[in-house]
C-alpha cells in the first residue's frame, strides 16, 4: 500500500525526471518522481480536463485542485485563468514536487499543502474543484471527493472531474447527479468523460 501514488508517504527509491509540457499556452518544466501519478508525461485525461475546463461564468472565488498530483492540473489553471488554486493530495511526495514545480514556473497564485481529500480543507466558498480523481484509491475515496465537494462550493459553484468511462465514469456520473441535481457530460474523449455538476441554489 504503501507505494502507490494515492500512498501518504511513497517508500520507494527516488527517481527524478524533470521535462517540458505545454498547457494552455505556457510550456512548463515539470519535475516529477517515483510514487506519483504519470510521472513521465502530463497524463490523457488531466490535459483533456485542462483544456475542458471553463471559469468565465464561475463566480468569485478560489479554485481546488484535489489530488493535484506533482501541479500540472492546478499550475496550468492558475497560469491561464489568473484566479488563486489550492492544491491538495495525500501524497507527501507529489506535494513537494507540486510545490517546487510552481517556483519552477513562477506560478505565485496557488498554495500547495497536504491533505487526505477534504480533511486539511476547512473552507466552504470555493468557486469550483477540479479533480483527477485517483480511481487505483477505489469507489469509496472517489466518491468522498465527488460528495464533499458540495459543501464546499459556493452557488454557482462547479465540480469538474475526468474519469474514463470503463473506470466508472457511468457510477461517477451518477453520484454526481445525485449529490448536485445535475452532471452534465462535457466532453467525450478517446474514452475519457469530463463531467461537471453545477451547485444551484
Known amino acids: 500500500m504503501t507505494n502507490h501514488y494515492y500512498s501518504e508517504h511513497p517508500e520507494t527509491a527516488h527517481e527524478f525526471d524533470e521535462w517540458s509540457f505545454e498547457l494552455r499556452g505556457k510550456t512548463f518544466q515539470f519535475v516529477t518522481d517515483s510514487g506519483v501519478f504519470s510521472r513521465e508525461t502530463v497524463d490523457y485525461g488531466s490535459r483533456v480536463l485542462i483544456d475542458a475546463f471553463e471559469w468565465a461564468q464561475l463566480p468569485e472565488g478560489k479554485i481546488l485542485d484535489v489530488g493535484c498530483g506533482y501541479g500540472p492540473i ?6 491561464a485563468s489568473e484566479r488563486f488554486v489550492e492544491m491538495v493530495d495525500i501524497n507527501a511526495r507529489a506535494v513537494d514536487l507540486a510545490q517546487g514545480n510552481a517556483k ?11 491533505s487526505n481529500i477534504y480533511e486539511e480543507v476547512p473552507e466552504t466558498d470555493y468557486a469550483a474543484i477540479v479533480s483527477n480523481p485517483p480511481i487505483r484509491a477505489g469507489k469509496k475515496v472517489v466518491h468522498e471527493i465527488l460528495t464533499g465537494a458540495y459543501p464546499r462550493l459556493r452557488t454557482g459553484g462547479t465540480l469538474t472531474i475526468v474519469i474514463q468511462k470503463k473506470q466508472g465514469a457511468p457510477s461517477a456520473q451518477k453520484k454526481m447527479q445525485e449529490t ?3 452532471a452534465e457530460i462535457v466532453i ?8 461537471r455538476s453545477v451547485k444551484e441554489d
Open 180 to 182: 448536485f441535481g445535475n
Open 104 to 114: 519552477r514556473n513562477q506560478i505565485k497564485n496557488v498554495a500547495i499543502h497536504q
Open 188 to 195: 467525450k474523449d478517446k474514452g475519457y468523460y469530463i463531467i
Open 74 to 79: 492546478g499550475l496550468s489553471l492558475a497560469y
